[in-house]
């Protein structure tokens, strides 16, 4: 189970920093749009990671695995880019100065 404990350090980081952005304005209407892309972006995934899989262009070893799959995808693959989706926006919201009140 090595995969699942390289990816939790991503997740981990990737709930607080954005929940350290909670606070900030338009959260609301951030974490839509990070959802859109989390789904566009899993969508994306399943897609070519499968085909990627079944032809061969690389494969996992099995005692590396949590051993869940979507199609021929481990679980953990999966995890990126829904980490990316929320963790870049979170990150640019910390990172950009904050607008005042006009």
Do not use: Q, W
């Amino acid at each position: 189970m090595t995969y699942p404990l390289i990816v939790l350090p991503f997740v981990v980081a990737t709930i607080v920093v954005t929940l350290s952005t909670a606070r900030r304005p338009e959260f609301g209407r951030r974490m839509r749009s990070s959802g859109l892309t989390a789904l566009i972006l899993l969508a994306l995934t399943l897609v070519f990671d499968n085909v990627m899989i079944a032809i061969g262009l690389f494969s996992y070893p099995e005692e590396h695995l949590s051993g869940i799959r979507i199609g021929l995808a481990p679980l953990e693959d999966f995890a990126y880019p829904l980490c990316a989706a929320f963790l870049v926006p979170a990150l640019f919201e910390l990172i950009a100065p904050r607008k005042e009140p006009a």
